[in-house]
């Protein structure tokens, strides 16, 4: 997936920097570029654990369930890019993770929200 997205951090905290707060913001594109449609949203949606900030090294956290919500209408109009993603960890426990990501195209439109539940390979070290 990586190399279909360029994600540029602009904001919140980086990941595995061992960061006082699990938020996220950057703005990501979909390479080759193209608008904004239902599809796009979706893969712009799916950013890097959101409980990375808080990490000093990666852990693996496949997703066990994720839900995306259009909240504009994309077919007929598709966004524009880049968009901004603003992805927050909810909750996490020692194997479990809750990210919940905003996603608003280059006109500042609310394209899409998502709700991705993570199980925590091996666990949060410490957590």
């Not at 066990?64 to 880049?82: D, F, I, K, R």
């Not at 909810?90 to 809750?98: K, L």
């Not at 919940?100 to 500042?108: E, M």
Request: aromatic fraction near 4%; charge should be neutral; hydrophobic fraction near 45%.
């Amino acid at each position: 997936m990586g190399a279909h997205l360029d994600i540029r951090p602009c904001g919140g905290s980086f990941p595995l920097t061992a960061a006082a707060h699990p938020w996220m913001l950057a703005w990501v594109g979909v390479v080759p570029e193209v608008p904004i449609g239902p599809g796009a949203a979706v893969l712009m949606c799916d950013l890097a654990p959101g409980v990375y900030p808080l990490l000093t090294a990666p852990v693996a956290g496949p997703t066990v369930e994720m839900t995306v919500h259009l909240c504009a209408e994309l077919v007929s109009a598709p966004g524009a890019g880049p968009a901004l993603a603003s992805q927050r960890n909810s909750a996490t426990s020692r194997n479990w993770s809750v990210d919940d990501t905003s996603l608003w195209d280059s006109s500042g439109r609310l394209v899409a929200q998502a709700r991705q539940v993570r199980r925590i390979v091996g666990g949060i070290p410490g957590g």
